[in-house]
């Protein structure tokens, strides 16, 4: 349509605007509204919101694949949740990291370029622990990684890497490659400070010890496959991937490997703030079972079996009388 009015057309513009048919005002806001977005040159938006979108879909089954390889192999519950995809400047994300951090460098081709991986020092030391036979506590460091501690964390990002393979198949082939560890983010420099990157963050609990677990992706390094970075293509080639004999018999023998929390939960009960202050040794509390009742074996934070209490060796012992379902109203209060 033509930008240039006509005569009659202006005729008609003054006429309503003169009766206050028209508010210029309200007409200015109007095409404000319309026609000004803000840009920010600083951060130009490379990732379209369906590339994002895609990366999101990813990044939750890798969440997915990397929780349950992880449980196995630490042999201890760990829990993994996608918490945000968003793009930002590589100087920018590297000045909102912890010094000293945890980042493992890696290529991945057809990738072009190098990517990385950081875990917060809460949780790499926590892995890094059960590792190496601890209960996976964590605990503070000053400086870089001793060489024990190294070789262990080139070994958890090696496994890493195995799970973001199988979680990018239906996008690409990749051929990960782990290189390297690096400490400082001042000092790890693997594209321009301007370039754009996909920021992948997740939230992780391994037993007691929570923090962040990110993965950068420059937008240079997965030029080579953005075009297949939608949800088409995504579901189109069948995102779910059915795994063979061998692969879950080896999944099924981490997982019978893997400890689970188990106590023997005697009876409740219920005292007020001031019954509880004034206990005292010697003082007898009233229980809400019966003497000779059974007692309930929970499972992590479940009931999965009743019992009766006894001893065997001069140990403390349960022997199990009855497996209780889902949804079995005998559960204990």
Request: net charge negative.
């Amino acid at each position: 349509m033509s930008e240039v009015l006509s005569q009659s057309e202006i005729d008609d513009l003054l006429s309503a605007i003169s009766t206050g048919d028209l508010n210029v005002e309200d007409a200015k806001q109007q095409d404000t509204q319309q026609k000004v977005k803000p840009y920010d040159f600083r951060r130009p938006a490379k990732f379209s919101k369906d590339q994002i979108r895609t990366l999101q879909m990813i990044n939750e089954n890798f969440a997915r694949l990397l929780s349950t390889y992880l449980s196995a192999y630490l042999r201890s519950y760990v829990e993994i949740e996608l918490a945000s995809v968003d793009q930002v400047t590589y100087d920018e994300f590297m000045r909102s990291l912890t010094n000293p951090t945890i980042m493992g460098i890696f290529s991945a081709p057809p990738m072009e370029g190098k990517s990385l991986m950081e875990m917060n020092p809460n949780i790499a030391f926590a892995v890094i622990d059960r590792l190496m036979g601890g209960p996976g506590e964590t605990f503070e460091s000053t400086g870089e990684l001793t060489e024990i501690e190294e070789a262990v964390a080139r070994k958890i990002f090696n496994r890493m890497l195995d799970s973001m393979l199988e979680a990018w198949k239906n996008v690409g082939e990749l051929e990960p490659e782990f290189e390297r560890i690096e400490n400082n983010p001042q000092f790890t420099q693997i594209i321009s400070p301007n370039e754009i990157v996909a920021v992948v963050a997740f939230s992780v609990k391994v037993g007691e010890a929570e923090g962040l677990f990110n993965v950068c992706l420059p937008y240079i390094f997965l030029e080579p496959v953005i075009d297949r970075l939608s949800a088409r293509f995504w579901f189109a080639t069948g995102h779910q991937k059915k795994i063979t004999e061998e692969e879950s018999q080896a999944l099924k023998n981490r997982l019978h490997k893997t400890q689970v929390p188990v106590k023997a939960e005697l009876a409740r009960t219920r005292i007020s703030v001031k019954e509880f202050l004034n206990l005292q040794e010697g003082d007898v509390i009233s229980l809400n079972k019966p003497f000779e009742s059974e007692i309930d074996l929970i499972v992590g934070k479940k009931t999965k079996f009743k019992g009766k209490p006894g001893s065997i060796k001069n140990k403390l012992a349960v022997q199990i009388t009855q497996i209780v379902r889902e949804g079995d109203d005998s559960l204990g209060e």
